[in-house]
């Protein structure tokens, strides 16, 4: 999202003019004041310590929707690939801050919006969602860092995605079990190099 440098920046180093941005101290606080240049899916991170600080959660998602429309948290769902604590005391690769999600319930014949933000400081990986028979299922891709798309024809519904990427699909599931997947080169963290997302989708 473009915004003026001193609200996106490194503390000491961003700014305007002679205003740069603060270094935020425990128990101080810095006001970001700006309008949005248009609707899509953004999002937000740290810049100070990003290694530890990014491994403790400090991301997120950023939707801004356009005037008079409604955010509906049933159909409009969001994932955050990035880092996050792991079950060995250490930092490991996560799906939405947790290294496995747990199944989501949707429902056959809704169409749901999936904003996929990647924030793992890693090489590019694949992303993939599947039927229950491992067959490649369709979306369509609406949107891409913020930027609207024209609603396209059902493509298959896999994309290669990099860090600092968005994408927003539209997707009408089957009855059955669908299974989003993120495939990363391997690491110490995540041997498998794997985040997985689960839909048991009902009638």
């Not at 609200?7 to 961003?14: I, Q």
């Not at 999600?101 to 890693?122: D, H, M, Q, S, W």
């Not at 997707?171 to 997302?197: H, M, N």
């Amino acid at each position: 999202m473009e915004l003026e440098s001193v609200f996106d920046g490194v503390a000491g180093y961003s700014g305007i003019g002679s205003t740069r941005a603060p270094l935020i101290v425990p128990g101080d606080s810095f006001t970001v004041s700006f309008t949005p240049p248009r609707a899509g899916t953004y999002m937000y991170h740290t810049h100070m310590d990003e290694e530890d600080q990014l491994a403790a959660g400090m991301y997120g998602p950023i939707i801004v929707l356009e005037p008079g429309e409604r955010y509906d948290s049933e159909t409009d769902l969001s994932f955050i690939i990035g880092l996050g604590p792991n079950n060995r005391g250490g930092r490991g690769r996560s799906l939405n801050g947790a290294l496995r999600p747990a199944p989501r319930t949707l429902r056959a014949g809704v169409t749901y919006r999936l904003r996929i933000i990647n924030l793992l400081p890693a090489p590019p990986g694949n992303l993939e969602l599947t039927a229950r028979d491992s067959s490649i299922d369709s979306w369509r891709l609406i949107s891409k860092d913020g930027a609207s798309r024209l609603r396209a024809r059902a493509l298959p519904a896999r994309v290669r995605i990099g860090v600092g990427e968005a994408y927003d699909f539209e997707w009408t599931p089957r009855a059955g079990e669908s299974v989003l997947t993120a495939r990363f080169a391997a690491d110490p963290s995540a041997p498998a190099g794997i985040l997985q997302q689960r839909f048991v989708v009902r009638p």
